[in-house]
């Protein structure tokens, strides 16, 4: 009996761990992230595993890269400018930006 509901505990809790990252990049898609920025290659900003991988070991990273998605930001990848997204509260920015430093 503990055996199972052990198992059952286990399973659900892979299935919930699953959910944040699937909604991270439903709510990406959701506010137009996935119009300029893929998960994997370059399009008009830059591919989420290149910006994890630059900010690798950054404890201000969350917050820094977040207050750019709201408020757009340049510099940091070129010369094309990464517009402002007020549709964005800072939450959801939070949410996204820690699902983006996730990317491997």
């Not at 994997?40 to 994890?52: N, Q, S």
């Not at 709201?70 to 990464?82: L, Y």
């Not at 549709?87 to 939070?94: F, G, I, L, R, T």
Request: glycine fraction near 6%.
């Amino acid at each position: 009996m503990k055996r199972t509901l052990f198992t059952v505990a286990l399973s659900a809790a892979a299935i919930l761990s699953a959910v944040p990252a699937f909604a991270s990049q439903e709510l990406a898609t959701k506010k137009n992230c996935m119009a300029c920025h893929s998960v994997d290659k370059k399009l008009v900003g830059p591919a989420y595993k290149d910006v994890a991988a630059k900010y690798k070991g950054d404890k201000a990273a969350v917050d820094k890269l977040a207050a750019k998605v709201v408020k757009g930001g340049s510099g940091a990848w070129g010369t094309i400018p990464m517009p402002a997204n007020p549709q964005v509260s800072e939450a959801e920015a939070k949410t996204l930006v820690a699902w983006v430093l996730g990317q491997k």
